[in-house]
């Protein structure tokens, strides 16, 4: 027997989706034969753009760039709209967009702290709050929100990243009772230390300290983060909701 995820049909929007992981989890969806929005902030319009030529091209499914900054709540809610205008629905929304700006607590600056809090955090709450009251009145919806194994576990240095991830699961978790009734799911994902600019950023001394904890004894890859998300907006996932599904090698057990 063989089992196909097949989204043809469907429409996903990502956010913070030009590069990264959340490039990666768009070419999963629209391997899967999702149509795609991507979204990034505007300074990052061509590289969005060429991310959204080269799914049209490669894949065959429909895919258009929308920029517009989710910290924002104005520009989340016209972000969620014009998406729903031009593409018609929104069954799939990943809220992916996220940044870090380590530093020791008792020298990380308040702007520190507000500004990944505002687009880690709220920029999830913005997004999901404008899409959640068009997914109940179409009955169906999968939101996804990237956290981190930060948000499980503390990491020093991430004061402002760890707490934002941390209210991210506690966000996926009231929505998800919430939204239940209505069709809609609503999980996170928590990746440990994947391959990427993020990531790029560690010391060799960190990258050492790192691995020493993780069981699987090597960083992960961005299409081991999307493959989880394709198995959450998939109906195999239909009947699991308000869960944390851990990419990381062993590392939050
Ligand atoms: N890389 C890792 O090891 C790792 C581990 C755990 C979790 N994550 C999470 O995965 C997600 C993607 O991370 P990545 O490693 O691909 O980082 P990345 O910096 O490559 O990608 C993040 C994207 O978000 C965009 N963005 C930033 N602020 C935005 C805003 N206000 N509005 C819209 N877009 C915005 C950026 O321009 C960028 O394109 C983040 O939420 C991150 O916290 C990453």
Redesign the pocket.
Known sequence: MSVAIDLTGQVALV??S?????KSIAIRLAQAGADIVI???EP?REEAEATAAEIRATYGVRAITLCG???KAEDAAALIEQAWAEMGKIDILVN????TRDNLLIRMSDEEWQMVIN??LS?AFYCTRAAAKRMMKARYGRIIN?A?VSGLMGIPGQSNYSASKAGLIGLTKANAKELATRNITVNAIA?G??V????DKLTEERRAEYLKMIPADRFGTSDEVADAVLFYASPLAAYTTGHVLNVDGGLVM
């Open positions: 956010t913070g030009r590069r990264g992981l959340g979204n990034d902030i990052g900054d989710v910290s992916n967009a996220g940044v687009i880690n920029g990237i981190s990746p230390f994947i990427s600019a993020m990531t």
